[in-house]
């Protein structure tokens, strides 16, 4: 079983910063894609931002220029520097990785989420 925690959430006014953390662990074998969606009330759940484990990155339209998606593989944890914050960023985030266990089982695992309120 594999246990994601996500942390970094809060209140911040508009154009400013966050930074949310996420770490994996549990049985894991091999990491693999890693990423983070949000959904906010009344909307569907939505990709922000996703890292292969070679490190290659995609971006939702909506946040391309203002976060940034890395990983540590040796902290097996995944971060998102949100910059430029908007009052529609407000959202609960979820992290999400996939791999294998130490049995060799797929897992996909989710974090419990973490709000983020971007207001004045």
């Known amino acids: 079983q594999v246990q994601l925690v996500e942390s970094g959430g809060g209140l911040v006014q508009p154009g400013g910063s966050l930074r949310l953390s996420c770490a994996a662990s549990?049985?894991?074998?091999?990491?693999?894609?890693m990423g983070w969606h949000r959904q906010a009330p009344g909307k569907q759940r939505e990709l922000v931002a996703a890292i292969t484990s070679g490190g290659s990155t995609n971006y939702a339209d909506s946040v391309k220029g203002r976060f940034t998606i890395s990983r540590d593989n040796a902290k097996n944890t995944v971060y998102l520097q949100m910059n430029s914050l908007k009052p529609e960023d407000t959202a609960v985030y979820y992290c999400?990785?996939?791999?294998?266990?130490?049995?060799?089982?797929?897992?996909?695992?989710w974090g419990q989420g973490t709000q983020v309120t971007v207001s004045s």
């Open positions: 999400n990785a996939g791999g294998r266990s130490r049995a060799l089982v797929p897992f996909d695992s």
């Open positions: 549990g049985s894991i074998f091999r990491l693999g894609d």
